[in-house]
């Protein structure tokens, strides 16, 4: 079974790679000793700091291998400078109609999205909605707050 293929950006990359180095040298060895210290504690059955330092290892552990799965199967968004249509890896800037607000989204894949830094998943419902469009184009867009109509004012 093929795994599934991660887009993202070269800093994208670069941003899961440091985090799993960080997860490999240092948040590995700080679980490790707390479980050390936890079982000098005695009587594991009853002992918290132990069933604590256990689950917050399964947690490293659980997001190493997410982390190398993600960056094994990475795949590089290249930017096409030609196009000027909303697609994975374009920035899309768009106006609320009719009251004009705008907002402006960078499309990436779903390693990367955060929408409080102004990155969406290219799996969301708004670039779904947005994918294929040009400047000028009137779009609904869905928002966990109901459809929205929007005017794409710029892509780059």
């Given amino acids: 079974m093929a795994e599934e293929r991660h887009y ?9 790679e440091k985090e799993l180095e960080l ?9 490790v000793e707390r479980i050390k210290i936890a079982r000098s504690f005695g009587d594991l059955s009853e002992n918290s700091e132990y069933d ?29 400078t030609e196009t000027s249509t909303v697609q994975l890896g374009k920035t899309v800037r768009f106006k609320e109609l009719p009251n004009g ?10 390693a990367e999205a955060d929408p409080m ?23 609904m867009v869905s928002t966990p707050g109901g459809d ?5 004012i710029e892509v780059y």
């Fill in 52 to 80: 604590s330092a256990k689950e917050e290892q399964a947690f490293v552990e659980g997001r190493i291998q997410q982390l190398e799965t993600m960056i094994r199967n990475a795949e590089i968004i290249e930017e096409d």
């Fill in 23 to 31: 997860l490999k040298t240092e948040r590995r060895k700080e679980v």
């Fill in 8 to 16: 993202m950006t070269e800093e994208g990359k670069a941003k899961l």
């Fill in 101 to 110: 607000d705008e907002e402006e989204y960078t499309i990436v894949g779903r």
């Fill in 148 to 152: 929205m109509k929007v005017e794409i």
């Fill in 117 to 139: 830094e102004g990155k969406i998943s290219n799996d969301s419902p708004m670039a779904q909605s947005l994918f294929g469009k040009g400047i000028g184009e009137q779009v």
